[in-house]
């Protein structure tokens, strides 16, 4: 009974070793999910004031779907009032004249996520940048300021004669009106928690010319400044943890040919299959950033090559085609490999003449059947 106490103890101490030498990876999957925004700020229109005099307010309400780390789309509806100047040029008093009228703009955006596009995918940053863009309508109304002061005006000559039939606006609107609206611009969220954010927006917006009641010859601006608050509707990732199992050794064959002849009896020589030395250096996902871990085996493929004096490496990279578009799968696959060659170069001086850098092909090689393991660059050395 005792020996087998001891015997079970030792089973056990034992797996726990072999356990402890198995390396886990926490990684992020994005999950697509809808979001909201409320947003207040101010508007300055483009016109003949000075900066600040054509300042209104501003808000906006959004509603959106994010379908995978990088791209998303949103209907966005902007509204409140823009403003507009008369030059003191028009009026004997030599007052500079103001006037506003209300609008309410829908639109439908596209948003890039930036930050991701760039960086490789991570919900834990705590800033995310996005560029957006968007087409939609702009319905503007309660154009009165305007129609009254073309009811006062009464133009002058210089000899202080009245001018008939000369209107101060060119293009006077009295009713609500339609014009096509075209917008972009970016924004700058903080990660309050996993669902809530809070930001920036800047978007410039162009719409047609007389939206200002002036014909001018030249398409209408106004600016956006909006700060306010995002929430996401449901999870925007989950977390999965994998084991890596540790890399078995390569295996080097030996095969020996013998030939047998009538007499004289001649044996052929031995014929050795070329020696290959393979490592497999993995990388987390959207990542080329070679892990200390990881590095070990870079500095096994040096000891090779040093040890070797003839032999060369080729170095292939890969990446998951499951996960991102395959023009960015293709430049991550190449980042990976010089990466490794770069390591080899700089820390153990290994000639790039003798290292072959190649990344995978447009037809999205898989080298693993796990989708995780894909995410390698693998070095064979002969």
């Known amino acids: 009974m005792r020996l087998n106490k001891i015997f079970l103890t030792a089973t056990l101490l034992l797996a726990g070793v072999c356990a402890n030498a198995q390396e886990t990876v926490t990684e992020y999957v994005f999950q697509p999910h809808w ?145 096509f609206l075209g917008q972009f611009g970016c924004a700058v969220n903080f990660n309050v928690s996993s669902r809530v954010q809070i930001g920036l927006e800047l978007m410039a917006n162009l719409t047609n010319d007389t939206y200002n009641s002036k014909h001018a010859m030249n398409t209408d601006w106004y600016f956006n400044a909006l700060v306010g608050v995002g929430y996401s509707f449901g999870p925007k990732y989950h977390i999965t943890t994998r084991v890596i199992e540790p890399e078995p050794e390569p295996v080097v064959v030996e095969k020996v040919v013998e030939k047998i002849v009538e007499v004289p009896v001649q044996v052929e020589e031995k014929k050795v299959e070329k020696e290959v030395f393979r490592r497999d250096v993995f990388f987390l996902i959207n990542q080329h950033y070679i892990r200390p871990q990881e590095m070990e085996k870079v500095a096994q493929v040096a000891e090779y090559l040093q040890t070797h004096p003839n032999a060369t490496v080729t170095i292939t990279g890969y990446a998951d085609k499951g996960t991102g578009t395959q023009a960015f799968n293709l430049r991550l696959s190449a980042q990976r490999s010089q990466a490794v060659a770069k390591a080899l170069q700089d820390k153990y001086y290994i000639p790039a003449s003798r290292m072959i850098v190649k990344s995978m092909g447009e037809d999205m090689y898989q080298p693993y059947p796990d989708a995780v393991q894909n995410r390698v660059a693998i070095c064979i050395a002969e």
């Open 35 to 179: 979001f909201g925004q409320l947003q207040i700020g101010g508007q300055e229109t483009l016109g003949e004031g000075k900066f600040g005099k054509l300042l209104s307010g501003n808000a906006q309400i959004a509603a959106g779907y994010k379908f995978n780390p990088y791209i998303g789309m949103r209907l966005a509806i902007n509204a409140w009032a823009s403003r507009g100047a008369i030059a003191n040029e028009y009026f004997r008093d030599g007052v500079t004249q103001y006037y506003k009228w209300n609008y309410v703009a829908p639109t439908l955006d596209a948003v890039v996520d930036m930050t991701n596009l760039i960086g490789g995918y991570n919900p834990t940053r705590l800033v995310e940048v996005d560029l957006i863009a968007g087409l939609g309508a702009n319905a503007a109304f309660h154009n009165k300021d305007a129609q009254k002061l073309e009811a006062a005006f009464k133009p002058m000559t210089p000899n202080g004669l009245p001018i008939e039939g000369e209107p101060l606006f060119s293009s006077l609107w009295q009713h609500g009106k339609w014009r």
